[in-house]
């Protein structure tokens, strides 16, 4: 499995981005998936996850109904509105093999087998 992030660019405070994560050849109906983000200086936080049945998600609370997840088969969509200068990151998507039609949302980093290299969002005015 081969993860690829794009999307990333450059918006404005409270305009609005879609990320997409595409898996090289295959569905992710097997895999639940999260997205990340890195700050300069800063950990990488999860931002948003969401099980392999797509019916259970995961969000930061500095995420909390402004970004959306979404997974149907191939690509995985991080939709994000309502953009803050804090969003500024590089979003990494990644994948957790958890078998088809589990409810569970992984939301560790080290929950997650496969990784993509990440999409720079810059948000400024």
């Known amino acids: 499995l081969r993860l690829t992030e794009s999307g990333g660019d450059w918006g404005q405070p409270g305009g609005s981005l879609t990320l997409s994560c595409a898996a090289s050849g295959l569905t992710l109906d097997f895999y639940a998936i999260g997205w990340f983000r890195q700050a300069p200086g800063k950990e990488r936080e999860g931002v948003a996850a969401?099980?392999?049945?797509?019916?259970k998600t995961y969000y930061a609370d500095s995420v909390k109904g402004r970004f959306t997840i979404s997974k149907d088969g191939n690509p995985v969509y991080l939709q994000m509105n309502s953009l803050e200068p804090e969003d500024t990151a590089v979003y990494y998507c990644?994948?957790?093999?958890?078998?088809?039609?589990?409810?569970?949302?992984?939301?560790?980093?080290?929950?997650?087998?496969?990784w993509g290299r990440g999409t720079q969002v810059v948000v400024s005015s």
């Open positions: 969401i099980s392999s049945s797509d019916v």
């Open positions: 990644a994948a957790d093999q958890g078998g088809r039609f589990s409810n569970y949302v992984p939301i560790h980093p080290r929950e997650f087998e496969t």
